[in-house]
């Protein structure tokens, strides 16, 4: 059972570079959350999904925006990268909103 | 929103030793939740608290949700070497989920 699956691992990008973050879940969990990751901040929502076809902002929405492709997937993509956005990308997912949420292992992005 | 105070910041302890986290809130909280994460890893979750006043364990592991509804801590008796990591607290309340900053837990030999 692999839970919340991430790809990439690692990226490397040059700012004003796009890209996609994948993540998917084999729970059949109907919630989805992408987070970053900053020295010192903890975990920062970005954007989250309470069911298919519905997105919503969170904390930090600014310069991503995210997919709900169909129940399992959830992506997040940066259109024009800035080194601000250098961190590492939890994806999370949850039966309902008030349940704990399941992380993957994260994509660690460096942006140049 | 939501503020979420989590110390100590780090901790240095040697190996038996017991240990304790704990997080304050501003803001009430319907639910506290306990992460630990591993170098590499994403979090996952340790113990998960829904009633003010709830006591849990899981093995070594106990947290409390504290009387106020702001507040909860989290104990480890008997630490181990694999006790090392980053331990998350996060509270949900009117503004949803709120991670704390983290507590990194060093375990010396």
């Known amino acids: 059972n692999a839970g919340v699956t991430q790809t990439p691992k690692f990226q490397v990008l040059k700012t004003g570079q796009s890209m996609t973050l994948q993540c998917a879940q084999d729970m059949n969990h109907n919630s989805m959350y992408w987070y970053r990751q900053d020295p010192g901040m903890g975990l920062r929502l970005i954007y989250y999904s309470a069911s298919e076809g519905t997105t919503d902002k969170g904390e930090v929405p600014n310069g991503y925006n995210v997919s709900r492709l169909n129940k399992r997937e959830f992506s997040l993509r940066l259109e024009s990268a800035a080194p601000s956005q250098t961190s590492v990308y939890f994806c999370a997912s949850n039966q309902y909103r008030l349940q704990p949420q399941h992380f993957g292992d994260g994509t660690r992005l460096s942006i140049l | 929103g939501q503020q979420l105070n989590q110390s100590p910041q780090s901790m240095f302890i040697q190996e038996g030793e017991d240990v304790s986290m704990n997080c304050t809130s501003s803001s009430i909280f319907n639910t506290w939740l306990w992460y630990k994460q591993d170098p590499g890893e994403g979090p996952v979750l340790l113990i998960a608290?829904?009633?003010?006043?709830e006591l849990t364990s899981n093995g070594r592991l106990t947290a409390q949700f504290g009387i106020t509804r702001k507040d909860s801590f989290l104990n480890i008796s008997a630490s181990i070497p694999s006790d090392v990591g980053i331990y998350f607290c996060a509270g949900r309340g009117a503004d949803g989920l709120t991670f704390g900053k983290g507590t990194h837990l060093i375990i010396q030999p």
């Open positions: 608290l829904y009633k003010a006043g």
